[in-house]
């Protein structure tokens, strides 16, 4: 086992560029060189650029630039790039993925087909749906990762009955460090009247951007459908895929959609939501940090924990399932899950038990 001292991270789409603001900073603290490739997977100001500037991220040592295109083609493009970075002379300890985007799964290839160790952030998590690209993004993800750093009990759990247990760590969860660290932020720079004309708990924060969502119509009719029975306004901050995709879809008039939001933003409008309604992953966690209950416009979630207690219901794509889940409010206190402190540790176990 030797110690890190260089760490290539490899990061593309908007949740991940939160979760590598809240590791970078402790591999700087702990004086771990990192270098950061972005593919590009994300482009438009609002979806990437903007998260660099509030999180203050440094500038990635390259962009590869391979943009939106059918899974084949970005994933490809990602790996034709990546390739040609990693043996111009970087020569890692290891390569950092996060998530379950197409950037997650094509590091890991890349790396693993160069045998550079992969690291993977956010391990074991399992939707059981293989319709999902995400699903098959982890699952190839986790079985090239030489160490798999878990949020949850449940994603440990995951791993061990696909037999996959060496290397594995549970180590809470570093979204969970990042919502505190710039919770406090938003709090102090981002004050709701910033993000919306309306009152604390007069409205609900909503997104949709999930393929299994936007590119089936009968799905993405009956949740806007559901948005427009549930009284209130809802502020919907739009993810370019579902603005395209609104042409023949009637948005209901409660529903007030708007260009994408930055990680600030995004927090205070949830903070003071009623509740929370998304197909996002990361939401439906944050919410619950946030203390705000949640409903997930899914079939089924990764973050199981989140539904104890009924913090988070799961109502599809259902009208009369998202009318009546928001109707109801949750007795129990919210659920813990997910430990503080994931980025730390994580950077402990690679600094020390690498
Ligand atoms: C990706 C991830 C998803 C994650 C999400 C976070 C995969 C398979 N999916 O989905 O797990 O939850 O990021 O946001 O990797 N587009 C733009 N501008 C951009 C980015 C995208 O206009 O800056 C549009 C393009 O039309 C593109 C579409 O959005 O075709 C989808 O983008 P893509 O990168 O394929 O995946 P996401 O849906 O963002």
Redesign the pocket.
Known sequence: MTAITHVVTII????QFVKAAAVSRKLVEAGVRESLIHTG????RE??AVFFQELRIPEPQENLGV???T?AV?TGEMMIGLERVLTSGLMPDCVMVY??????LAGAVVAAKLHIPVVHVEAGLRSFNRRM??EI?RIVTDRLAGLLFCPTASSIENLRSEGVTDGVHLTGDVMLDATRLFGDVARRKVPLDAVTRHAPGAYYAATV???EN?DDPVRLAGIFEGLGRIGLPVVLPL???TR?RLRDIEVPANVETREPVGYLASLTLVRHARAVLTD???LQKEALWLGVPCITLRDETEWVETLEGGWNQLVGADPCRIEAAAARRPEDPVPAFAREGASERIVEILRHHF
């Open positions: 593309g789409a908007r949740p997977q994300h482009y438009d979806m990437s943009g939106s295109g899974h970005q998530g379950d985007t197409n950037s997650t690209p995400e993004n951007h999930r393929a936007t993810h370019p895929r395209s996002s992953g990361g």
